[in-house]
């Protein structure tokens, strides 16, 4: 077994749609949850010598906004660094009935065993891919969207062999916030921010993350540990690597609609700016701001719906202010050209 063989954790991703007018709905792959990894693969003492060191072969995961019509297939082309040549071709199956609009389709390519034989490659850099809907009822065929990945390696404590990984250090500055009362089937008028965001490192243990939330400049609340650490499929070494991207979320209580006049921290009683002040071992790591209307609303900058993220109550997307943290090297570039593989967002500045 190598020393860095690597396993992909994934746990499902549900989400609806963003609503669209039936009259000009179409298939749009949802940006924020396409996601490349590399698969490693163990060291090729027979073949091409550049193998003997290790190597890894792609694997994605891949979710469309309906309409999408029955018996439509998805592919994902890829080409290599410096080629405009179809190297691979990732296959997520098809849809047995109608996707309607205002709902979604998933889907993980899985046959990385077959990608270990003919696709094993060594080779860094940036490759390029196309998502493709084919369907052959209706002789439908589209290209959804484009874009490319970053692929590096590192040296394992086998100063012979190489470890394989996708730099998503473009998700680092961005954060999720929405506002929703239905935390586990319960809808009794009691509303939760929640703030979701990508963290990198060896510590995967979201308890070392710490969330604190002012409003006005005043504490209102905290957050100790986070939730949905590692629902993401992301990339896990079996040595210490600081090549791990985990997805973080904080869920903080702010009020109850039922409550109004006894609830003192009901957001449409404090409207006005919020910070939220991310902490890492006990040390500011991240801090992000936003803002609540009248009306106890986030504030919409606009910035998502330039783009076709999942959705979810009143979901808003804002930069992040990343200040330090045991996460190793970072880029601190990487979202000015890199951002949902090389489709940066308009108007999105991180400060």
């Known amino acids: 077994m190598s020393r860095c063989q690597i396993s992909l954790l994934l746990v499902a991703l549900v989400v609806a749609a963003p609503e669209a007018r039936a009259d000009d709905a179409k298939p749009m792959v949802i940006k924020n949850s396409l996601l490349f990894a590399c698969t490693q693969h163990t060291p090729q003492y027979e073949g091409p010598k550049d193998l003997v060191h290790g190597s ?56 990385w065993a077959k990608l270990e034989d003919e696709k094993a490659s060594a080779q860094t850099g940036d490759y390029s891919f196309t998502v493709r809907m084919v369907n052959e009822a209706s002789g439908t065929k589209a290209a959804l969207y484009s874009g490319k990945f970053n692929v590096k390696k590192f040296k394992s404590s086998d100063p012979k062999l190489f470890c394989y990984y996708v730099d998503r250090d473009w998700e680092l500055p961005i954060a999720y916030l929405g506002l929703g009362g239905r935390i586990s089937g319960d809808d009794n008028g009691t509303l939760y921010l929640t703030v979701r965001m990508t963290v990198r490192g060896t510590e995967t243990d979201s308890s070392t993350w710490e969330g ?24 896990l070494s ?44 006990g040390k500011l790591a991240r801090t992000l701001k936003f803002s609540v209307d009248k009306n106890g609303k986030l504030a919409d900058n606009g910035i998502a719906k330039k783009i076709n993220v999942g959705d979810v109550e009143e979901r808003i997307l804002v930069p992040i202010k990343i200040i330090g943290g045991d996460e190793g090297k970072i880029d601190a570039n990487a979202w000015k050209t890199g951002t949902f593989y090389g489709n940066p967002i308009p108007g999105f500045v991180v400060p």
């Open 238 to 281: 079996a040595e210490a690597s600081p090549f791990n991207w985990t997805q973080l979320g904080f869920r903080f209580y702010v009020g109850n609609s039922q409550k109004e006049e006894e609830d003192p921290l009901l957001l449409k009683k404090n409207p006005g700016d919020y910070e939220m002040k991310v902490l890492h071992n």
């Open 56 to 111: 890894c072969s792609p694997r994605a995961r891949l979710r469309v906004s309906g309409p999408i019509e029955a018996g439509s297939a998805f592919f994902i082309d890829l080409m290599p660094p410096g080629s405009k040549k179809t190297w691979a071709t990732l296959q997520f199956g098809s849809v047995s009935e109608l996707i309607a609009a205002g709902t979604s389709w998933g889907s993980e390519h899985n046959d």
């Open 212 to 235: 604190y939330l002012f409003n006005n400049g005043k504490p209102i609340g905290s957050k100790t540990s986070g939730i949905g650490s590692n629902d993401d499929m992301t990339v």
